[in-house]
T-cell receptor
Framework: NAGVTQTPKFRVLKTGQSMTLLCAQD?????MYWYRQDPGMGLRLIHY???????AKGEVPDGYNVSRLKKQNFLLGLESAAPSQTSVYFC?????????????FGQGTRLTVV | AQTVTQSQPEMSVQEAETVTLSCTYD???????LFWYKQPPSRQMILVIR??????QNATENRFSVNFQKAAKSFSLKISDSQLGDAAMYFC????????????FGTGTRLQVTL
């Protein structure tokens, strides 16, 4: 049982390069989220999705784009990476109803932009 | 906008003792969920405990319990009989019950457990 899987686990980018982070979940969850974690700032929401084909901005969306073409996948794109985007990125997913309201997390992606 | 505040950046507790981590939140919603997540050095986010706002009874999971004060918008985590494996970052999180709801985190409390 994979749960939430993030690809890649680590990445180093040069300023101006682009990349896509992939999040895949096998729990048939409606909600999916992308967070970034920085020291002393907790987890801040970048973008989220409440269902296939939908996306919405979170707290810190600038410099990122997302897509959810399939229910099980949520992609986070950086078109032109900047050093300020050096962070640990987490994907999460959750159900829309029932008791299972908690979010399940991937293992994170450590991204360094040099 | 909903906000979650954890005012203790770091806490320390001796093994076998009890520690309480604080969390307050701001919301105009009446129906919502509150969570405590643990993040050990492995970076994995692990759910510790969950509280549904419409339930007056405080949630308990083994050595972990919460003190949920809805009127005061307070949601503290008590860890009893602390163990070395409890050392981690602890995050408080809030989510309204409606659709299109966002999960909002506090800034975290780093818990050290000493011998």
């Amino acid at each position: 049982n994979a749960g939430v899987t993030q690809t890649p686990k680590f990445r180093v980018l040069k300023t101006g390069q682009s990349m896509t982070l992939l999040c895949a979940q096998d729990m048939n969850h409606e909600y999916m989220y992308w967070y970034r974690q920085d020291p002393g700032m907790g987890l801040r929401l970048i973008h989220y999705s409440v269902g296939e084909g939908t996306t919405a901005k979170g707290e810190v969306p600038d410099g990122y784009n997302v897509s959810r073409l399939k229910k099980q996948n949520f992609l986070l794109g950086l078109e032109s990476a900047a050093p300020s985007q050096t962070s640990v990125y987490f994907c999460a997913s959750s159900y829309i109803g029932g008791r299972g309201k908690e979010a399940f997390f991937g293992q994170g992606t450590r991204l360094t932009v040099v | 906008a909903q906000t979650v505040t954890q005012s203790q950046p770091e806490m320390s507790v001796q093994e076998a003792e009890t520690v309480t981590l604080s969390c307050t939140y701001d919301t105009s919603e009446s129906d919502y969920y509150l969570f405590w997540y643990k993040q050990p050095p492995s970076r994995q986010m692990i759910l510790v405990i969950r509280q549904e706002a419409y339930k007056q009874q405080n949630a308990t999971e083994n050595r972990f319990s919460v003190n949920f004060q809805k009127a005061a918008k307070s949601f503290s985590l008590k860890i009893s009989d602390s163990q070395l494996g409890d050392a981690a970052m602890y995050f408080c999180a809030y989510r309204p019950a409606g659709t299109a709801s966002k999960l909002t985190f506090g800034t975290g409390t780093r818990l050290q457990v000493t011998l």
